[in-house]
């Protein structure tokens, strides 16, 4: 069975961090790419990073660069998202998700989806 669990999400100050974790299995970790995304109240979800998990290659949106930093942990099946000097406009559910290919926020090249955990930024 695949699954794809993330962790660490919660309430923080603007300017503060978080860690999010999104822990895979049931598929072959190395052959995939894992991408976040995130979708606040009312707006489309957004694609806000992504990662090779065969050479490491990342991908940031242009609203978290300098700011969030993606990271895989293969021995561990596990991807990483550190949220550094957070905004209220951060405030989303984070999902994260696992495609065969490389096409970073083309969220139809995803195969599997996580269920999501809340970020809220408190200004």
């Known amino acids: 069975e695949v699954q794809l669990v993330e962790s660490g999400g919660g309430l923080v100050q603007a300017g503060g961090s978080l860690r999010l974790s999104c822990a895979a299995s049931?598929?072959?970790?190395?052959?995939?790419?894992i991408g976040w995304f995130r979708q606040a109240p009312g707006k489309e979800r957004e694609g806000v990073s992504c990662?090779?998990?065969?050479?490491?290659?990342?991908y940031y949106a242009d609203s978290v660069k300098g700011r969030f930093t993606i990271s895989s942990d293969n021995a561990k099946n596990t991807v990483y998202l550190q949220m550094n000097s957070l905004k209220p406009e951060d405030t989303a559910v984070y999902y994260c998700?696992?495609?065969?290919?490389?096409?970073?926020?083309?969220?139809?090249?995803?195969?599997?989806w996580g269920q999501g955990t809340q970020v809220t930024v408190s200004s």
């Open positions: 049931g598929f072959t970790f190395d052959d995939y790419a």
């Open positions: 998700a696992a495609q065969p290919s490389w096409y970073p926020f083309e969220s139809h090249e995803y195969d599997y």
């Open positions: 990662i090779s998990s065969s050479d490491g290659s990342t």
